[in-house]
């Protein structure tokens, strides 16, 4: 399948790996490369950008498809070395590179001379108008459905994409609740160029991530997120355990007076816990609510097949002859 985003990547079909703390790692990133997606190692899972630069060599062993990296711009105190991860990104000749969190404005002169496609993951219409305003070649539009952080405005995919449609002039992929064909068709509609997905592929062989995680998936219904450090304003939707019935109650207690200290115990330091050793109530896990369509765990390759086929089945059969009749 031929789109502005598969022309812009140099992939064969329209389907981004989000970038995954503990989750996106060279394995992961390589296999949805290979498979034909653009796959994405995620840079602040390295905890330095030497480690990245290793991880960028891992992942170009395994694969000689484009893939990209995911740099995250938190809302923290002490940043990360950002200037160094952008130089072990454009030393690693890494072509395409997904941000997200704040505005990656600063950085767009140092990514676009080293040739790098820029597409910004972005919650809202106006913060997607303003990553095209900043010259990001494209947006990963993230609904309310999606796994992590859903933004405060809570508007729900079959709003928001063809509100995308509408005002940007950029390609931009569709990401929160994609899991199969019918996503991507649907997305296709909706004015997509491609679909971008985070939770599906954390349920997949390849997937560095501990058995139990992706059983959880599995087992998981639609009804089994939860939105957590809302009074934050850091709203994060995480799978239900323990620890989120926890620090759900804390939120309740202390209303305004939270604190992110308050609520260290279930946030900070987690993902390893959970990911590598499978400790699934260490703590809360971002997941999306599309596990509610997530019934198997196929090697990514199976996966990314299964979807392309069922998109152009949908479209040659379902759709065309509809508009035969
Ligand atoms: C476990 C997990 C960790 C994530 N970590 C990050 C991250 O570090 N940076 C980021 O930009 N997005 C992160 N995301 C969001 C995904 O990249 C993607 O936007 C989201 O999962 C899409 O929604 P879906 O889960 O419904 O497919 C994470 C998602 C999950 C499920």
């Known amino acids: 399948m031929k789109t502005k985003i598969t022309e812009m ?81 454009i030393d690693g000749g890494v072509k395409a590179v997904e941000t997200a969190g704040n505005n990656p404005q600063k950085w767009m002169p140092m990514l676009h001379e080293a040739g790098i496609k820029v597409i910004h993951k972005c919650t809202s219409v106006r913060h997607a108008l303003k990553a095209e305003a900043i010259g990001c070649d494209a947006v990963s539009v993230d609904g309310f459905e999606c796994g992590g952080h859903p933004g405060e405005d809570d508007v729900p995919n079959f709003i928001l994409l063809p509100r995308a449609a509408e005002s940007l002039k950029i390609p931009f992929v569709a990401s929160g609740g994609m899991a199969d064909g019918r996503s991507l068709v649907a997305a296709l509609a909706l004015g997509a160029d491609g679909m971008n997905m985070g939770t599906r592929f954390i349920a997949t062989k390849e997937a560095p991530v501990h058995e139990n995680v992706k059983q959880a998936i599995v087992a998981a219904s639609e009804l089994d997120t939860r939105l957590v450090m809302r009074p934050l304003r850091n709203t994060e939707r995480v799978l239900r355990n323990s620890a989120t019935d926890r620090l759900l109650a804390k939120e309740v207690a202390l209303g305004a007076n939270l604190k992110f200290d308050d609520i260290m115990e279930e946030v900070a330091g987690v993902y390893p816990r959970i990911m590598q050793q499978g400790d699934m109530e260490a703590g809360v896990w971002s997941c999306g609510m599309v596990a509610g369509l997530i019934h198997d765990i196929p090697s990514v390759k199976e996966l990314i097949d299964r979807i392309m086929l069922q998109a152009e089945e949908i479209i040659r059969q379902r759709l065309s002859g509809m508009a035969n009749a």
């Open 9 to 89: 990547f140099g992939i064969e079909h329209p389907i981004i790996q989000g970038g995954m703390h503990f989750v996106g790692f060279a394995e992961l990133a390589a296999a949805v490369s290979n498979a034909g997606g653009l796959g994405l190692i995620t840079g602040l899972t390295q905890r330095t950008p030497e480690l990245l630069a290793n991880e960028i060599r891992r992942c170009r062993e395994m694969t000689n498809k484009p893939f990209g990296v995911n740099l995250t711009f938190l809302p923290t105190v002490s940043s990360p070395d950002y200037p160094g991860y952008i130089r072990a990104i």
